[in-house]
């Protein structure tokens, strides 16, 4: 039987079933095999799950659609469906109601149980709170006639962004969807996410529990240490369990591409059985062992002072961090998109009077050198 929890009047699956990661053809994201998608979809409900969230931009835009098709065939009242206003799309922000029209038709809906403000950042947090857009008085409005049931919003940005946003939003907010994991922990400070959250008594909804799977395939000897907290356990499981342990977390959300990882994690989430207080210290060392390889900046802005072209250079190295240990991704070069061109890593001219008032003794021209290289990869994908 699947755990679940309590949200308002509500009992939610402890588990959802993220839709970023559907079964496709090939390696094609925009063709999604929807046969087998089906087939997990009734799998999953069967077991016990009734959350599944979608979002604008899925699958090259046909998570919706094709969600939309799977879930008609359900009754309305026996699954709970989530989107999100695609924010991340800053030419987006001034069609809040043609795309939520739009959204409602693809997913052949009359009404969403979820729904949010998308990945909150450094790059629309201005945007997102600027009136002009008319995006939360829209939405309030679809709130208050019952075709959003449930407003919240998830969020990718720093602390200041999402207090910028609780500021502005946060006693209409009834849950936040945020990056949450044993790395991540400390990695991103999802630990004074957490806090910040639980201290509002805003309900927490995970994404990337096992961070786009790194979490399930460890390198040794991490996973050996992470196999000897409970040895009849799996890997990933410890990764599930570290997430029982966190108080406020209401939702966690997977995105399961094949029937093995959905099984294994229905089977995971049969029990709630979250790990001690000795059993997350351990984890979390072998967290802190993985990061061993990032740049070890304290932020102190010794550097910054030095700096000839006025670069705020422990933000970079944090996001620099983040881009060497993920091997890429879309977090850095978003939050980039809000730092102007000549504050870039590129800006770097390689003086070295940061390493020289650095405590840390690091080399950040070679970091950023090494990051403006790594963007400019992107850049030519």
């Given amino acids: 039987m699947m755990v679940t929890k309590k949200f308002q009047d509500l009992t939610l699956s402890a588990l959802g079933m993220g839709t970023m ?53 359900y009754p309305r009242d026996s699954f709970y469906l989530a989107t999100k206003f695609p924010g991340y799309d800053l030419s987006n922000m001034g069609k809040v109601e043609e795309i939520f029209e739009k959204q409602l038709k693809k997913c ?47 969020i990718h940005g720093n602390m200041d962004v999402m207090r910028r946003f609780l500021d502005a939003y946060g006693e209409y907010m009834e849950f936040c969807q945020i990056q949450l994991n044993y790395i991540d922990w400390s990695f991103q400070d999802a630990k004074a996410k957490v806090d910040l959250l639980n201290e509002r008594q805003i309900p927490i909804w995970v994404m990337e529990p096992l961070r786009g799977g790194k979490l399930a395939d460890l390198p040794e000897p991490a996973a050996q240490r992470v196999k000897a907290l409970r040895p009849d356990g799996g890997i990933p499981e410890m990764a599930f369990r570290f997430l029982q342990a966190v108080p406020g977390v209401t939702m966690v959300l997977s995105g399961m591409s094949d029937y093995e990882q959905l099984k294994d994690n ?12 000795e059993e997350m210290e351990k984890l979390l060392a072998v967290a802190d062992g993985m990061l061993n390889g ?25 996001l620099y961090n983040e881009h060497s240990f993920t091997g890429g991704g879309f977090i850095a070069p978003m939050a980039l998109k809000a730092v102007p061109e000549e504050k870039h890593p590129s800006a770097c001219i390689a003086c070295r009077s940061c390493e020289a008032v650095c405590p840390q003794q690091l080399k950040i021209s070679e970091a950023m050198k090494d ?7 992107n850049d030519d994908k």
């Fill in 371 to 377: 990051f403006a290289a790594k963007l400019s990869q």
């Fill in 108 to 154: 052949q809906m009359e009404y969403f149980d979820f729904y949010l403000f998308h990945n909150v950042c450094e790059m629309n947090i201005d945007a997102y709170l600027d009136g002009k857009y008319g995006i939360f008085d829209y939405l309030m409005k679809q709130k208050e006639n019952g075709r959003i049931r449930h407003l919240g919003f998830s």
């Fill in 21 to 73: 990661r559907l079964p496709v053809f090939g390696k094609d994201d925009a063709r999604i095999d929807e046969d087998r998608a089906s087939e997990m979809v009734s799998y999953a409900i069967k077991q016990g799950i009734n959350y599944f969230d979608t979002a604008w931009g899925y699958h090259s835009g046909n998570s919706e659609t094709v969600m939309g098709r799977i879930l008609s065939q």
């Fill in 266 to 277: 229905i089977k995971t989430f049969e029990t709630d059985s979250p790990l001690s207080a």
């Fill in 294 to 318: 990032v740049l070890a900046c304290t932020a102190c802005h010794y550097c910054v002072s030095h700096c000839p072209k006025g670069l705020d250079i422990p933000a970079l190295l944090k």
